[in-house]
């Protein structure tokens, strides 16, 4: 997905859309000039984190196949609050080689492959922002997931969008919907989806540098300046450890249960004690597997989240 031709092509709806309601050759009803200038708002809002994304260096972490699949099926710590994370960067991007996972818009299915994510509570620019836009800038954290669309013409971004309080508790998001075509609210998978793929990329980047070594690769390229600082692109390539195995390669049950069945037993986050007096904590990652013979029929197993 090419976000910056994309993006092009959502900054020319948005404006093709403004023309349409200031011109007096289209009678628009009322009902629909709303919903028109609720949607070219959170285009401008979608462009501003773009803008912001682009400003400061266009951080990405791209992550493996094998990362995207145990990270989607790796709950995170819904207790812990956004502020406890380390969030590497104002603003940041994730990405991979293939789709994170996919949505449903209507009838239609759409893959996301990037997620941006910037961190407003890090920074203090928002009183730069446009009067209209401040009132939508309430949150310390928004995440977009974005996936490609065509709205009349037109192939544009769209995002399922994630907007978060520091202070809270990551299930205690504020607010959530997809912008396609007006605003529907995302659905409990969406959700964890998004939260899964952002925070277990945080909590894992965050291990200590003997469990993730060799793991992580930077390319740095020159990208301007900023209020006298040198800013520098950087495209961070992000894999599992040597001795992990994707869960379509996990084939060995090794509990000694006899099972008829097999499922995956989702991964999970360790708040693991360590030091002197065992007082610190870190968070040691737990990671999916099969559970169940190899000739057992494949059956999904739900888990309730709360």
């Not at 818009?105 to 990037?114: A, C, F, P, Q, T």
């Not at 390669?249 to 007096?277: E, T």
Request: aromatic share 12%; charged share 30%; net charge positive.
């Amino acid at each position: 997905m090419n976000i910056h031709k994309l993006m092009e092509g959502t900054k020319k709806y948005r404006k093709m859309m403004e023309e349409k309601l200031k011109s007096p050759e289209y009678n628009i009803p009322p009902q629909l000039k709303i919903f028109g200038r609720n949607t070219i708002r959170m285009l401008t809002k979608q462009e501003l984190i773009y803008d912001k994304w682009v400003e400061y260096g266009e951080k990405t972490f791209i992550l493996s196949s094998d990362l995207v699949e145990g990270f989607l099926n790796t709950d995170i710590p819904l207790d812990m609050k956004v502020e406890e994370f380390k969030f590497p960067f104002i603003t940041f991007m994730i990405d991979s080689p293939v789709p994170m996972f996919s949505t449903m818009v209507g009838k239609n299915k759409y893959d996301i492959s990037s997620i941006i994510v910037v961190c407003f509570g890090q920074t203090k620019e928002i009183s730069k922002l446009p009067k209209f836009l401040k009132w939508m800038i309430r949150w310390d954290t928004t995440v977009y997931g974005l996936y490609e669309s065509n709205i009349d013409g037109f192939n544009t971004l769209d995002s399922l969008h994630l907007d978060m309080k520091s202070d809270q508790g990551i299930s205690k998001f504020s607010k959530s919907f997809k912008e396609q075509v007006g605003l529907y609210d995302l659905d409990n998978e969406d959700i964890q989806n998004l939260a899964n793929m952002v925070f277990n990329t945080l909590l894992y980047i965050n291990q200590p540098a003997n469990a993730i070594d060799g793991c992580i690769s930077t390319i740095r390229k020159p990208r301007g300046k900023k209020n006298g600082k040198k800013i520098m692109k950087e495209f961070i390539t992000i894999d599992p450890p040597n001795w992990y195995r994707s869960i379509s390669k996990r084939a060995k049950d090794g509990s000694g249960k006899k099972l008829d069945k097999r499922f995956i037993v989702r991964g999970h986050w360790r708040n693991q004690p360590y030091g002197k007096g065992r007082s610190m904590r870190r968070h040691i990652w737990i990671i999916p597997h099969w559970k169940g013979p190899e000739w057992g029929e494949v059956t999904p197993k739900k888990y309730k989240v709360e």
